[in-house]
């Protein structure tokens, strides 16, 4: 079974603080993305990432940043977190082969800035 | 960035009936996957199809892949308490670039 697992469920940071969000996935996936997820808004690609230090920016990067330094691991990092950053952040990874286009998801980590 | 036009939004059912959702897409998908959500956890994949036309189920869900490849559908017959959540359609296009387009979603609901 592929397993992702992100670091916290639940997280709580003030305004202007550096967070950190980690992902790990153990399928020797080269695709890995990082998702935010708002009522009514749906999944919205921050970063994705398809080769180590390789990153591309997706629909909505900014106020955020992204590291992997390592193949199993995807790092969101919020530089000054800031309350509309309040939300659910959802990472996935994902095969490069044709054909095998599936994203596998972690739990999700619901972040509160205040 | 593009979305899918999945409808409907949101779903009020009795259990037992059966439930069907859709997406459509104004240009040709290569990929279709349904995705199911349940409250506070990351979507969980249901079915894929790669194919034009491909049927395919999985237990009481069956999804389709429109033979226009402009759309997909996902079938739940019997529907049980447990089938509670989002359901979220995604696919790719030759200019995805192994990202994935999502619909909105449509939140199943079943009254008491």
């Known amino acids: 079974d592929v397993k992702v697992t992100q670091s916290s469920r639940y997280l709580v940071k003030r305004t202007g603080e550096k967070v950190f969000l980690e992902c790990v996935q153990d399928m020797d996936h080269e695709n890995m993305f990082w998702y935010r997820q708002d009522p009514g808004l749906g999944l919205r690609l921050i970063y994705f990432?398809?080769?180590?230090?390789?990153?591309e920016k997706g629909d909505i990067p900014e106020g955020y940043s992204v590291s992997r330094e390592k193949k199993e691991r995807f790092s969101l990092i919020l530089e000054s977190a800031s309350t509309n950053q309040t939300s659910m952040y959802l990472c996935?990874?994902?095969?490069?082969?044709?054909?095998?286009?599936?994203?596998?998801f972690g739990p999700g980590t619901r972040l509160t800035v205040t | 960035g593009q979305q899918l036009n999945q409808s409907p939004q949101s779903m009020f059912i009795q259990e037992g009936e059966d439930v069907s959702m859709n997406c459509t897409s104004s240009s040709i998908f290569n990929t279709w996957l349904w995705y199911k959500q349940d409250p506070g956890e990351g979507p969980v994949l249901l079915i894929a199809l790669y194919k034009a036309g491909e049927l395919t189920s999985n237990g009481r869900l069956t999804a389709q892949f429109g033979i226009t490849r402009k759309d997909s559908f996902l079938n739940i017959s019997a529907s049980i308490p447990s089938d509670v959540g989002i359901y979220f359609c995604a696919g790719q296009n030759l200019d995805s670039n192994y990202q994935l387009i999502w619909g909105a979603g449509t939140k199943l609901i079943i009254k008491p």
């Open positions: 990432s398809y080769d180590v230090k390789m990153k």
């Open positions: 996935a990874s994902s095969f490069q082969a044709a054909g095998s286009d599936e994203q596998y």
